[in-house]
């Protein structure tokens, strides 16, 4: 899954795709280098993000989506069924839902209605002060209960279960170990039944285990680290900006373990 943040202020490359020719370019570009869905954003989840209004957040997807979402396969990055309903009217053919459901009583009825697939991502808080101090009882068996209910709740809305993954939130009210734990153990997800999808791209906690502990963001190599380690631990679906390096990275990881 390729990124594209249509977005000021996004913590990786807020700023660069917000002129719709720019951000058309780079999707395509994604798509070219093997991303199999493009996810499109327009709004920022950084921790201290502030929110933006539906309006505001279809401005700036939806020149976008006019272009691309019937020429390549394209996610929707939104909690907001009035841009969810849009982008699918597009052409968009899944949701991810960073907050699982919670922010939008509609969304689930967006969903069903237009037979969308869905990604439930785990966040403990939100954005504005999630990083503040994330507490767990255990991190990876939260997540799951967490995940597990959310999964009841989509179904019980009308999405069947076959076009739902789950995703543990990398960095959504989560400590640098935390992440690492939920990669480690990522077969307690696993055992829900459905694919998981891994988002640790560029994020901070790659720049700290590297030894800056003010970091903002994780470099390529990192990132192509953390993706190659998810994909050991049974991820399929890998959330990337640098979709030309993943893909290289994972094909090289795939080789290793096809059986010849
Ligand atoms: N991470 C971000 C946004 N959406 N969705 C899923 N399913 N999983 C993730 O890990 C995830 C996500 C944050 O990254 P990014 O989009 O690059 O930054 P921003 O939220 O600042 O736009």
Known sequence: MGVL???????????????????????R?????????????????????????????????????????????????????????SALELGAEMVNDVTALRADPELAGVVAEHGAYLCLMHMQGEPRTMQVAPRYDDVVSDVAAFLAERLEHAVARGIPEARICLDPG???????????????????????????????????????ILG???????????????????????????????????VEALTIAAAVDAAP
């Open 29 to 85: 570009r994604l798509a070219h280098e093997g991303a199999a869905i493009v996810d499109v954003g327009g709004e920022s989840t950084r921790p201290g993000a502030a929110p933006v209004s539906a309006d505001e957040e279809l401005d700036r997807v939806s020149a976008v989506l006019e272009v691309i979402a019937r020429e390549i396969p394209v996610s929707i990055d939104t909690s907001k069924s009035a841009v969810a309903r």
């Open 170 to 208: 990398i960095g959504f009210g989560k400590t640098v170990e935390q992440n690492l734990e939920l990669v480690r153990r990522l077969d307690v997800l696993l055992a829900l039944g459905r694919p998981v999808c891994v988002g640790f791209s560029r994020k901070s906690s790659l720049g700290r």
């Open 5 to 27: 943040n249509v977005t000021p202020d996004s913590f990786s490359d807020g700023g660069r795709f917000v002129a719709a020719g720019a951000a058309i370019e780079h999707a």
């Open 212 to 246: 800056d502990p003010d970091a903002k963001t994780g470099s390529v190599p990192a990132s192509l680290g953390a993706a190659v380690a998810a994909f050991e631990h049974g991820a399929s679906l890998l959330r990337v900006h640098d979709v030309r390096e993943t």
